[in-house]
């Protein structure tokens, strides 16, 4: 078991972003369905852990859960619903790495969830059709997120194709779009708030292809949030490194103003001769030619 846990420990650090995520997703999953078993077992509620991971769409249910609004994204319960958001991430998402980084796809994925868990709560507070729903309706998975980079991609390569079984070859903008039709379609389906989130999704996924074009990179400050809160847990550096820089910084200033002094003592001798010399100047002139 412990060969096991090494083996995937060292491909999720080998492995690239979307690699990372896949796992990350699996793992929540198998730890969620875990814990609901247990709990399920001692006939205690086996969705308490699914509860404080999945987001509200009242606002005041995410005052007190407010980071949900992230671990939403990475929380499934149903086998079908993780394989297929899975596999369209794995599809999409190496699609996606043709023509962007990992860093653009980490961020995209971040706010691409966030902007469907957004629009999800503005839609259940908005239209009387979703107020009575309101009270009991949360959202979980990564649909949202994935849908962004669908539409990312989709819509910076607009003449790009692909193969789809039984139809063959088709431009990918036009994937994109029957599925955005579909989803709206549905908003007022079982699955509403989940359509609504791949729609919040898709939106931004089409901001950011339509900002970078325009040579903007709207993930960068979500980028630059997560290095801050990566480097919080970071060890800082020993005191003797900052000790050795200051150190080279004195031998460089010495270094350099020895240098302009011999400059100007050459320069006097060739003008004046050695006799011109102070006791100072040649005992410097000597040391240096000692060197």
């Not at 079984?165 to 989940?194: E, H, M, P, Q």
């Not at 480097?231 to 031998?251: F, I, Q, T, W």
Request: hydrophobic letters at 50%; one cysteine or more.
């Amino acid at each position: 078991m412990e060969d096991v846990i090494t083996t995937m420990k060292q491909r999720f650090r080998a492995g690239d972003i979307v690699a990372k995520l896949v796992y990350i997703n699996v793992g929540v999953f198998v730890l969620i369905r875990f814990v609901s078993v247990l709990l399920t077992l001692f006939n205690a509620d086996g969705g308490q852990l699914l509860e404080l991971l999945q987001m509200p769409s009242l606002p005041e249910g995410l005052l007190y859960r407010p980071w949900t609004v992230f671990t939403y994204m990475f929380a499934h319960y149903d086998f079908l619903h993780i394989l297929f958001n899975m596999l369209w991430l794995y599809w999409f998402g190496r699609l996606f790495l043709l023509f962007f980084n990992e860093r653009q796809l980490g961020g995209l994925y971040v706010l691409g969830g966030m902007a469907g868990a957004f629009l999800f709560m503005a839609a259940y507070n908005v239209f009387p059709y979703f107020r009575t729903m309101a009270g009991n309706s949360f959202l979980m998975g990564a649909s949202a997120s994935v849908t962004a980079i669908v539409f990312a991609v989709s819509f910076y390569r607009k003449d790009y194709e692909i193969n789809l079984l039984l139809i063959g070859r088709v431009k990918l903008i036009y994937l994109a779009l029957f599925t955005f039709v579909l989803d709206f379609l549905a908003i007022t389906s079982d699955n509403a708030g989940g359509h609504i989130a791949h729609i919040g999704g898709a939106l931004l996924g089409i901001w950011f292809a339509s900002r970078f074009d325009q040579g903007k990179d709207i993930t960068s400050p979500v980028n630059r949030l997560i290095d801050c809160l990566v480097n919080l847990g970071k060890r800082k550096p020993k005191m003797y490194v900052s000790h050795k820089r200051a150190e080279d910084y004195e031998y460089n200033a010495r270094k350099h103003t020895e240098e302009q002094d011999l400059n100007a003592i050459l320069d006097k001798l060739k003008r004046s001769g050695y006799e011109s010399l102070s006791s100072d100047e040649k005992k410097k002139l000597f040391d240096a030619g000692k060197k």
